[in-house]
């Protein structure tokens, strides 16, 4: 039997990271066992649900690599793959419970289930439905229909002494049949309860395996007796344990980003994101931890997660992206980074010879940064060379004023005056002549040429960073990129600011 994988989000908001890692798990499974990764979108609340959010829960998940067999835009035996165009299934299969005896209508206002609730809670009673509505004489029922009186359909539970199930991840899981209740299988308006959709839906797409959070796992003894009173035979369970947050609550907006799309925005690579999330509660065995998402799945096992939480640690999440970043084609490194040149003013519609040099600065920058959005920060000396601003910095003015410093920044603008643009070789060549021209080495030499030419006292190493610059002063006005102020320009305005004859 082909083993049949699901992940059903609620198009209510963005995909979370731990719903992503949700659906990851069930195609890592799939994929090993050679099954079929199903999505299913579970919109039945029409007021919260939006074609907006479905798509973009979508778009997330094939960003992630996480294709599906069998879903929204892939036809397949077992559609339509939206609850909401499934209604005449659930309505079919809620009489057939009701003509068997197995549901019944529950006139029950929310006002009167909220004091049945209080009171049960006051005596130190399960919370459950009391069964008000269950023994109601036929005759009455059809009287107060006829009238015009709404009613939901309540699940008649069986008396029993408790359900069991075998859960992949936790083991024997039972519960008392005391606190089950009459679940609510269809609401007065007429629309599907989840734990009976999701019932109807698993087993007519034929469903094998039913992966998901932890929080589930309370629904699952009604949904077991379900299964049982539509003679459906039950998916094997593995519920897994929350994601958490730094201090061990469940991962929520206050812990800040949450959601894959605000991952997505800020740079970091789905190949990255995929990876880390495969490592929250389970292992891929052996010392590596940086894998191809195939790899992932060849390795991965329902069986081998933990039953432990597991803690989101964008640190770690940052380790694993700059892996994935320093490994990146240059071309994809170029497509990745122009949209955050472009938001830092950087950069406008750039030609061929912008986007070369873009793709040249980015990939001097991708060592250094955590994720694509912060590229351009690194590159900013480039683009905003101000001898003022560099000046009113009190340490910068105290270290340039030195006679040594001011014996560099002199030699360098008369050095930069005679030379051609720098390039690499270029680059050495200077240093050479500068250390010749003031005696000066190591820190004594190269602080002063850093703050001249980037007016900055840190950033990356003066060999990538002199090149850079006057490649791109050479840049033609319309390249789209900003124009760049070359090394000569910068050394003689920092000459003149400094008042060096």
């Known amino acids: 039997m082909t083993m049949r994988f699901r992940f059903a989000p609620s198009p209510t908001g963005q995909l979370h990271v731990g719903n992503a890692r949700t659906a990851l798990f069930n195609w890592l499974a799939a994929r090993n066992a050679g099954g079929a990764f199903v999505v299913r979108i579970e919109d039945t609340d029409a007021e919260r649900s939006s074609s907006e959010s479905e798509a973009g829960i979508l778009d997330d998940l094939r960003w992630l690599g996480l294709a599906w067999q069998e879903?929204?835009?892939?036809?397949?035996?077992?559609?339509?793959?939206?609850?909401?165009?499934?209604?005449?299934?659930y309505r079919e299969h809620a009489q057939e419970l009701l003509g068997r005896g197995a549901a019944y209508h529950c006139f029950c206002s929310a006002d009167q289930l909220e004091s049945d609730r209080r009171a049960a809670v006051a005596a130190g009673r399960p919370a459950s439905y009391p069964g008000t509505c269950r023994a109601l004489p036929a005759e009455d029922v059809r009287r107060r229909l006829e009238a015009g009186e709404r009613a939901a359909l309540?699940?008649?539970?069986?008396?029993?002494?408790?359900?069991?199930?075998?859960?992949?991840?936790?083991?024997?899981?039972?519960?008392?049949?005391?606190?089950?209740?009459?679940?609510?299988?269809?609401?007065?308006?007429?629309?599907?309860?989840?734990?009976?959709?999701?019932?109807?839906?698993?087993?007519?797409?034929?469903?094998?395996?039913?992966v998901r959070g932890e929080d589930h796992i309370s629904n699952t003894p009604r949904q077991l007796l379900l299964y049982e009173a539509l003679g459906f035979t039950p998916p094997t369970f593995a519920h897994l344990a929350l994601v958490m947050g730094p201090d061990h609550a469940p991962l929520s907006k206050r812990h800040g980003v949450t959601s894959?799309?605000?991952?997505?925005?800020?740079?970091?690579?789905?190949?990255?994101?995929?990876?880390?999330?495969?490592?929250?509660?389970?292992?891929?065995?052996?010392?590596?931890?940086?894998?191809?998402?195939?790899?992932?799945?060849?390795?991965?096992?329902?069986?081998?997660?933990?039953?432990?939480?597991?803690?989101?640690?964008?640190?770690?999440?940052?380790?694993?992206?700059?892996?994935?970043?320093?490994?990146?084609?240059?071309?994809r490194?170029?497509?990745?980074?122009?949209?955050?040149?472009?938001?830092?003013?950087?950069?406008?519609?750039?030609?061929?010879?912008?986007?070369?040099?873009?793709?040249?600065?980015?990939?001097?920058?991708?060592d250094a940064v955590d994720r694509v959005e912060q590229i351009p920060g690194r590159l900013r000396?480039?683009?905003?060379?101000?001898?003022?601003?560099?000046?009113?910095?009190?340490?910068?003015?105290?270290?340039?004023?030195?006679?040594?410093a001011m014996r560099v920044i002199g030699a360098l603008a008369t050095e930069l005056a005679a030379r051609p643009r720098i390039d690499g070789d270029g680059f050495r060549e200077l240093k050479t002549a500068m250390r010749t021209a003031t005696g000066c080495k190591g820190r004594a030499l190269f602080h002063p040429i850093r703050v001249a030419l980037t007016g900055r006292s840190d950033g990356m190493e003066l060999d990538r960073a002199v090149p850079a610059i006057d490649k791109g002063a050479e840049l033609p006005s319309g390249s789209g990129v900003r124009p760049i102020l070359g090394c000569r320009e910068r050394a003689a305005a920092f000459a003149k600011a400094l008042g060096i004859e």
Do not use: C
């Open 260 to 331: 894959v799309a605000e991952y997505r925005a800020r740079g970091y690579l789905p190949e990255a994101l995929a990876n880390y999330l495969a490592l929250l509660g389970w292992s891929p065995g052996g010392d590596d931890e940086i894998l191809p998402i195939e790899e992932l799945a060849r390795r991965f096992r329902i069986a081998d997660v933990g039953r432990s939480a597991s803690v989101f640690d964008p640190e770690k999440l940052a380790w694993v992206n700059r892996h994935y970043m320093k490994a990146l084609p240059h071309d």
């Open 333 to 366: 490194l170029l497509e990745l980074a122009t949209p955050s040149f472009a938001a830092a003013g950087f950069a406008t519609g750039p030609d061929g010879a912008g986007s070369a040099f873009l793709g040249e600065i980015a990939s001097l920058a991708v």
């Open 154 to 210: 309540r699940f008649a539970v069986p008396e029993v002494g408790q359900v069991e199930f075998e859960d992949l991840v936790r083991g024997t899981v039972r519960f008392s049949g005391d606190v089950i209740g009459d679940p609510v299988i269809v609401r007065s308006d007429g629309r599907p309860a989840y734990n009976f959709a999701v019932v109807v839906d698993d087993a007519l797409m034929q469903i094998s395996h039913v």
């Open 71 to 89: 879903g929204p835009g892939v036809d397949g035996a077992h559609g339509p793959y939206r609850q909401s165009e499934r209604l005449e299934i």
């Open 381 to 404: 000396f480039l683009f905003e060379f101000d001898v003022a601003q560099a000046l009113a910095d009190p340490e910068i003015r105290r270290e340039v004023e030195g006679v040594d």
